[in-house]
């Protein structure tokens, strides 16, 4: 008889640290700002977080570029003391940021057509996969998230530079949450 009240007390706790650890989790946090860690900066996207002590971030810097001319590249950098850099970037044809139409409806079209098969592969959206070209694009002990929309490249930037230099720490929001990004 005693078993199946020990049992019972087992499974009444196990439910208990699941809901626990279910509340901890900011899955179900719509976009925006939030109070984190206090002393640490963090950004949650749909496809990962990266969090670093404020104290222990040396740069953030936004930038573009053009890789062999075709593809523009929107970066935000935050670099670490420690051994880690955290790059969140947006990238698009240069095709498709130009004001000259030609090809950019080709462009979007196979783009659109490359997701789907991605997204049916089980792979998800082509425009928030990191992709890399080992070893030309391999960037060790850096932490590396493809956003789908370049405006999420400033709202990072404004946040990271807002709770870092502005605030340096002390300001109440320092956790990002973009899901959509």
């Not at 179900?28 to 969090?51: H, L, P």
């Not at 970037?89 to 057509?113: C, H, M, P, Q, W």
């Amino acid at each position: 008889m005693k078993t199946p009240s020990l049992l019972l007390l087992l499974f009444i706790l196990t439910l208990g640290c699941l809901s626990a650890q279910n509340q901890n989790q900011p899955q179900s946090q719509e976009d925006g700002n939030y109070a984190g860690i206090a002393g640490f900066w963090e950004v949650v996207t749909s496809d990962g977080r990266f969090v670093a002590r404020l104290d222990q971030i040396a740069s953030v810097s936004q930038h573009q570029y053009l890789i062999d001319g075709g593809i523009r590249v929107y970066e935000v950098t935050v670099d670490t003391d420690g051994v880690q850099t955290a790059r969140f970037y947006y990238i698009e044809s240069v095709n498709e940021s130009s004001s000259v139409t030609t090809g950019s409806a080709t462009f979007n079209r196979i783009k659109d057509l490359a997701n789907q098969a991605s997204e049916k592969a089980g792979m998800g959206n082509l425009d928030s996969i990191v992709t890399k070209h080992y070893p030309d694009t391999t960037h060790a002990k850096t932490s590396e998230y493809r956003m789908s929309n370049k405006a999420t490249i400033d709202q990072i930037y404004d946040h990271v530079h807002r709770v870092w230099a502005v605030e340096k720490g002390r300001g109440k929001q320092n956790r990002l949450v973009i899901r959509n990004g």
